[in-house]
């Protein structure tokens, strides 16, 4: 019904960037928040950062300075400009969307299939 699709992962040397996308499909009535989360090996999925539809942001303590969110709510997408990427970055990146599907009268969680970034040192 919702679906999140995912680009802009792969392989970068400590100090690079990389730009992920996630772009929203399917019957949608409203996004409210969209986010990024990842997930490392052996650890917990942890929150990146996130982006209401009014564009107020918050940021993990780790990646401040160093990521941006932004989105473009025309076309359902939110971004994730990642620059002077560090070793410790590499993970599994996951869109995440809380989105009210057409005919429903409530947000549900909706998730991409991820997309690895690895930054190599």
């Known amino acids: 019904q919702v679906q999140l699709v995912e680009s802009g992962g792969g392989l970068v040397q400590a100090g690079g960037s990389l730009r992920l996308s996630c772009a929203a499909a399917?019957?949608?009535?409203?996004?409210?928040?969209m986010g990024w989360y990842r997930q490392a090996p052996g650890k917990q999925r942890e929150l990146v950062a996130h982006?209401?539809?009014?564009?107020?942001?918050n940021y993990a303590d780790s990646v401040k300075g160093r990521f941006t969110i932004s989105r473009d709510n025309a076309k359902n997408t939110v971004y994730l400009q990642m620059n002077s990427l560090k070793p410790e970055d590499t993970a599994v990146y996951y869109c995440?969307?809380?989105?009210?599907?057409?005919?429903?009268?409530?947000?549900?969680?909706?998730w991409g299939q991820g997309t690895q970034v690895t930054v190599s040192s």
């Open positions: 995440n969307a809380e989105v009210v599907a057409t005919g429903r009268g409530y947000f549900y969680d909706y």
């Open positions: 399917g019957s949608i009535f409203i996004i409210n928040r």
């Open positions: 982006i209401t539809s009014g564009g107020s942001t």
